[in-house]
């Protein structure tokens, strides 16, 4: 049947192929691109995978593949792919992990780097690891200082007092971004708040463009939605309340200011100026509200923000003893300290319209506060507000709000804003929730921040490092771990280290001890790794001419759990970066997918329930071919999928099968069969689509109906069909495809190789995609009774169909002679007789 160059085992021995083409792949730079001079270059970046304790588990191989999988193909449609790796290895993590085996975090990063890369080699992913960095390495670090440094010079780094997240397990303070319903999302520890001095970056400043650019990218709206909702921009007013008997003023903002005639109190949030004032003693209240006021702010500030949000759904406060007046309508309005309200937001002031604001409802009737309808409800209802139901947020009539009455909300929301603006009384103003960013980290594992403080002129304040000083070395100390004390570990650093000059006076200086937000190292690691190896690779954080070649990335893939930490700092950072005219693009990652997550056996995986899934031991067992091919079976790859294990062997049995058939069913002599060669090209048709759209599990499908037709007694395949099909599994099953395909086209490791990943992409045929028959449906009642193969011709004609019927012993059969009373045709897909 076909006469092949080279003998071929029967089996697909996994072990002994991968190894082999790992080697190949290696020697023959197959996936090594021309960082200089590419063709048609794709930019192909998974998000960047720290070292965890465990190694590499089967989410990170999921993750993995199916970015790997749409390199392949880009790859296979003639671009220059770049698809490079790295650790994100310095961080709280990995500290951690140290501390908890009892080993120094720089002797730990090595042993897990180690494992991890031999971990990625085995999956058999196209990486480009020539293209190679770590987050740890002095020749990476030295550029996240200098971008530390560019924020400085541009007046967006400072240092601050501030209320900070602090946790007590990891014994450091932690951005708003990492805590989630009050807890350390790392360790899971509640959070306090506490007063510390911390370096921020101003993301502030950028909140605007953030958001505004959202609208251009190319995300998942789930994402977008996230980081829309985390800046956060509301529009409103601050209206300035007198408060009673004073001359003081309390200033409150509110973004629908038209309710104001239904106003009827004041919150403050504990850590507002007059809540704070009056904690000590320096507000003329009565004694007993000021002992109230400070015990309750004492116990509020206690808190994180993120705890105070959930303890809101049980509303308390204390009364302050002062009123602000209404000058809308002369009225005095009781001002309270509560803890659902936050100091971030707005003024940290609110005013409360209990008719119409649920929240503001449920601390009136605790506080047992008048609540004063003007808005009217549904179907226009005007009786007065007295369960939560009837609370009424949403457009209406106005009504008891003298000169608005009558007028929709939206109408009267620019009235009163233009009234009270004339007034004197309030300012149009914008609030966000974006905070800026929490830079300080006082633990060793990490950056030095490099910044000194001068102690000989004091009046030097902070200064940069000078960048020809760069990088700041982390030393070597004995004893790392957190102080607990608010202070770093590196303050137990030698002399030498931590007294220096002062760049500007020359005198003795000290340097900042805090290390830098992990964070910090992967918001800018995109523009690093097309850079390695350039001529400016040394000098310059990112290399211009390739960063105009090969940014903004591609296609950039990775799990919503990013939304509003990576993601968002990223693009800050790339911002700034064009804001300076270093960069010519303004986003990093105008295309984004994310990844759905893998459960097992129904549940979550996790160490507890003993069902976490090490991706070794299946490699071991099925190859990673299996696995990969499994993983992305499972389902849409943007959804995820259950592993199972009788699953995963029912795979192995489909790429055995998938083998044999290559092997046994490949004609080197004669041509692919008529029904087997249009199925091969409906084949490429369908995965040329679902590549394209990462609908991985359903080109998969595919490739299994056209193996299935492949296995029919009467089929077979020309060798230059079995090749291109080999084409389509490629991406999926990188070792099996090249053995087989280098086998086919009878290359025996000697002369010129030519990968199968790096050949063409098969194109289909369009004279095999007409399609000349149908599946035609016979119904006696509603019922189907039949299903017939004609010609695509006879399927529209009425006529046709009914002649060809009467020839069919089937429809005699479901008949039985009756004649039918009425005849409904639907053309190309069925007739039915009603009897």
């Not at 009892?102 to 990486?127: R, T, W």
């Not at 403050?268 to 109230?292: C, F, K, T």
């Not at 760069?470 to 202070?487: A, F, N, R, S, T």
């Not at 058939?661 to 041509?671: D, G, I, L, M």
């Amino acid at each position: 049947m076909r006469t092949m160059k080279n003998t071929i085992p029967s089996r697909y021995d996994h072990a002994t192929i991968s190894a082999k083409w790992q080697k190949i792949w290696a020697d023959a730079r197959v996936y090594e691109p021309n960082l200089d001079h590419p063709v048609d270059p794709y930019y192909n970046l998974m998000m960047f995978p720290y070292p965890s304790a465990e190694g590499l588990h089967v989410g990170n191989m999921y993750a993995f593949s199916g970015a790997d999988i749409a390199g392949r193909f880009q790859r296979m449609n003639g671009h220059d792919v770049l698809e490079p790796i790295g650790l994100d290895g310095f961080g709280i993590h990995s500290e951690n992990y140290a501390m908890k085996i009892g080993k120094h975090p720089a002797e730990q990063a090595l042993v897990s780097e180690k494992h991890f890369y031999e971990q990625l080699q085995q999956i058999g992913n196209g990486f480009a690891w020539n293209e190679r960095l770590e987050t740890y390495d002095p020749e990476y670090y030295k550029w996240t200082q200098w971008l530390f440094i560019q924020m400085f010079k541009k007046g967006l780094a400072y240092k601050a007092i501030s209320k900070v997240n602090w946790c007590p397990s990891c014994k450091t303070v932690l951005a708003d971004e990492q805590v989630e319903d009050g807890v350390c999302e790392r360790c899971k520890t509640v959070v306090e708040r506490k007063d510390a001095k911390q370096w921020f970056f101003r993301i502030t400043n950028y909140a605007d463009t953030l958001l505004k650019n959202i609208e251009k990218l190319r995300w998942p709206e789930a994402i977008k939605i996230a980081q829309r909702q985390w800046i956060g921009k509301k529009e409103g007013v601050e209206i300035a309340y007198p408060i009673a008997d004073t001359d003081e003023k309390i200033t409150c903002f509110t973004t629908r200011p038209e309710t104001n005639f239904g106003a009827t109190f004041v919150v403050i949030a504990p850590e507002h100026e007059l809540a704070m004032r009056i904690s000590r003693g320096e507000v003329e209240i009565a004694r007993e509200h000021q002992d109230e006021v400070k015990t309750y702010c004492d116990q509020a500030l206690k808190k994180s923000e993120q705890q105070r949000l959930e303890d809101a759904r049980k509303k308390t406060g204390a009364f302050t003893g002062l009123y602000a007046i209404n000058k809308l309508n002369n009225s005095k309005m009781p001002i309270y300290v509560a803890d659902f309200v936050l100091a971030g937001f707005g003024t940290g002031a609110v005013v409360g319209v209990p008719a119409h604001d649920l929240r503001d409802f449920e601390f009136a009737q605790v506080m047992e506060l008048p609540i004063i309808r003007v808005v009217t409800g549904k179907n226009g209802d005007t009786t007065p507000v007295v369960d939560k139901n009837q609370v009424q947020e949403d457009d209406g009539a106005m009504i008891n709000s003298a000169f608005l009455d009558g007028l929709e909300v939206a109408v009267a929301s620019k009235k009163i804003i233009e009234y009270m603006v004339e007034k004197g009384w309030a300012t149009r103003s914008t609030s966000y929730h974006l905070r800026d960013w929490l830079i300080s980290r006082q633990r060793f594992w990490g950056p030095p921040i490099p910044m000194v403080e001068c102690v000989g002129t004091p009046s030097c304040g902070w200064q940069p490092v000078p960048e020809d000083q760069l990088p700041v070395e982390l030393p070597y100390i004995e004893e790392y771990k957190p102080m607990g004390d608010g202070k770093s570990p590196l303050e137990k650093a030698p002399e030498s280290w931590l007294m220096t000059t002062c760049p500007r006076c020359g005198e003795t200086a000290k340097r900042e001890t805090d290390v830098s937000d992990t964070f910090l190292d992967s918001s800018w690691y995109f523009l690093r790794y097309p850079s390695l190896g350039s001529k400016t690779a040394s000098t310059l954080a990112f290399d211009p001419e390739r960063i105009k070649t090969w940014m903004p990335v591609s296609a950039y893939i990775g799990g919503a759990e990013h939304a509003v930490l990576h993601l968002l700092y990223a693009r800050f950072v790339t911002i700034a970066l064009h804001e300076w005219g270093l960069l010519s693009f303004d986003e990093p990652f105008p295309f984004l997918f994310g990844h759905g997550l893998i459960i097992k056996d129904g549940a979550k995986m996790s160490k507890s329930r003993g069902n976490v899934v090490n991706p070794d031991e299946y490699i071991v067992k099925f190859g990673a071919d299996t696995l990969r091919t499994y993983l992305m079976f499972l389902g849409p790859y943007d959804q995820g999928g259950d592993f199972r294990d009788d699953g995963i062997a029912g795979m192995e049995r489909w790429m055995q099968r998938v083998w044999r058939t290559v092997v046994e069913k490949t004609s080197a002599t004669n041509p692919t069969t008529p029904a087997l060669q249009k199925k091969l090209h409906q084949t490429i048709q369908k995965c040329t689509h679902d590549l394209g759209e990462f609908h991985y599990n359903t080109a998969i499908a595919s490739m299994m109906e056209c193996v299935n037709l492949w296995n029919d007694a009467s089929e077979s395949m020309s060798r230059e069909d079995a090749m291109q099909f080999l084409c389509l599994l490629a991406p999926f099953a990188p070792y099996m495809t090249e053995e087989l395909f280098q086998w086919l086209g009878c290359w025996d490791g000697e002369g010129e190789f030519r990968s199968i990943h790096r050949s063409n992409w098969p194109i289909a045929n369009p004279q095999f995609l007409v399609q000349n028959d149908v599946s035609f449906v016979l119904q006696m009642n509603g019922k189907t009774k039949a299903v017939f193969t004609v010609p695509l011709t006879t399927a529209r004609s009425q006529e046709r169909i009914e002649t060809f019927l009467q020839s069919q012993e089937k429809t005699k059969q479901v008949l039985r002679g009756a004649v039918p009373k009425k005849t409904v045709f639907v053309p190309e897909k069925l007739i039915n007789y009603v009897i």
